[in-house]
């Protein structure tokens, strides 16, 4: 059957009745689950997730008649070793081939990935519109160790990062297509070459392009961050242009999964988050360049400002993000 672009919520991390129904009052076409450690939906102890977790999970979110769109990360136990080319790579990676081909036989589609050891850096909240809280990252502050991320105290590169993606990809993309499960690539957030010594790898476009001609198979591509590309793109072209370009490029090859629907104001090495109409993008010109390339997959939203009284996930920010993407859409 096929399938058109559409709405859902993520970066939630278990199938709560709040998150459920939440999304159900949203009118959303799914869910994803964001999933940086053990939840009691999917615990993991293995360092793999189980088939009948999986299975379990699915049909939970099937009951409240919605989609299980996809599933974003896996705990960073389970690959740092692989990510890093560590002794123990080799069983991590055989684990997490396990992942995949659970989720194939469970019947979730998408498994989001993210290359960065020493995850996301952001220093101090800042103060948006109406004094909303948002995220922000300045160059200078992180690199004095002002960080809420990116603490693993490693030392790595850049190509050391990319001799182990490919190594690693090789070895999971047949058990992928095996599996009819795509994996989703995320952007390094911040997108900069590195950080104090610790090296980047998906920081700039070309970076993108080579591991997908290097590895072109269908379960290989993206999820596209607008918000990450805009951090490293919007200083080429001032209109955001340099975003659409990028969107044209991969979707046009198919390599766009599932969308962030976020955006920033600034760039690399100094930018906060906002409200999607505030950013660097023309957000409705993104997604009318999505349709053009056809992308039939979903959109979620994404480091959401906190607004006044929210909860501690934001839920007010979410709601009013998804129905701005909901309109447009």
Known sequence: ???????????????????????????????????????QDLPGAEGYWRRDNL??????????GLRLEAIENVPRNFYLEAMLGL???????????????NMGEAGIPLLGLNWMPGGVWRTPVARGRGGVTVTAFDGDAALAGQLTAGD??????EKLLLDSYLYFMERVLPVAEEAGVRIALHPDDPPLPALGQQGRLFYKVENFRVVLDALPSPAHGLDFCIGCFSEML????????GVLDAIRHFGGDGRIFYVHFRDVQGNVPNFQECFPNQG???????????????FDGFLIDDHVPA???????????RAWCTGYLTALV
Do not use: C
């Not at 399938?3 to 859902?8: G, L």
């Not at 660097?280 to 056809?294: E, F, I, S, Y």
């Not at 607004?307 to 920010?317: E, F, N, P, Q, T």
């Open 1 to 39: 059957m096929s399938q058109q672009m559409r709405v859902a919520i993520g970066q939630y991390h278990s199938a709560t009745d709040d998150y459920l129904i939440f999304a159900q009052q949203l009118g959303v076409s799914g869910v994803q689950f964001n999933i940086s450690g053990p939840t």
């Open 55 to 64: 299975k379990r999970l699915k049909q939970r979110v099937n009951d409240f």
């Open 87 to 101: 002794p123990g790579r080799d069983a991590q990676i055989e684990n997490y081939q396990r992942t995949v081909s």
């Open 152 to 157: 693993l105290a490693h030392e790595y590169s």
């Open 234 to 241: 919007y200083s080429d072209r001032s209109s955001g242009e």
């Open 280 to 294: 660097n993008v023309d957000m409705l010109a993104a997604l009318r360049t999505l349709q053009d390339v056809g």
């Open 307 to 317: 607004m006044l009284d929210d909860s501690a996930w934001h839920h007010r920010g």
